[in-house]
């Protein structure tokens, strides 16, 4: 009984740290590091608009947790030499279905809008979907670029 427990334990800790983990892509979120810091605004108009998947993280903290978790719950089976080899194994399979979480519970929906911009150059930028920001084809936009961060929103 008491190993269910720390099975239950690591397990609500390794869905914490993967919420942790889960960025803001959207086009009105910003990191710490973009306050407050100069940005390149062009305008345009949205002349396609295509639902692409954001791939999710691949940090290591699922697999760790996962192998952790699936080591105990692996220790628990056999016993003498086969707790071991439980262990191993229950370690590695975790490790596997860990990364596999990870990555699925972070994926995003993600957005490929393409825009014409006023200067009459064309611009393609990908980025989560917003609930808050619904383009349609034809709406007016701002494009802001700030070092690397390119951000679409609606003007």
Do not use: H
Request: proline share 1%; net charge positive.
């Amino acid at each position: 009984m008491r190993q269910n427990t720390w099975m239950l334990a690591l397990s609500a800790v390794m869905v914490m740290l993967l919420a942790g983990c889960m960025a803001d892509l959207t086009g009105t979120a910003y990191s710490r590091g973009e306050a407050r810091q100069a940005q390149t605004v062009r305008y345009g108009t949205v002349k396609e608009l295509e639902l692409v998947k954001i791939e999710g993280t691949q940090s290591g903290i699922g697999a760790a947790t996962g192998a952790a978790v699936g080591g105990i719950g692996g220790s628990g089976l056999g016993g003498g030499k086969g707790t071991t080899i439980y262990s191993i194994a229950g370690a590695l399979g975790g490790g596997l279905l860990g990364n596999w979480a990870e990555e699925r519970l972070t994926r995003k929906q993600g957005v490929n809008i393409t825009i014409q911009l006023d200067n009459g150059g064309y611009l393609s930028v990908v980025q989560e979907v917003d609930p808050a920001q619904n383009f349609a084809i034809g709406a007016r936009v701002k494009v802001l670029d700030q070092g690397s961060a390119t951000r679409v929103v609606l003007n």
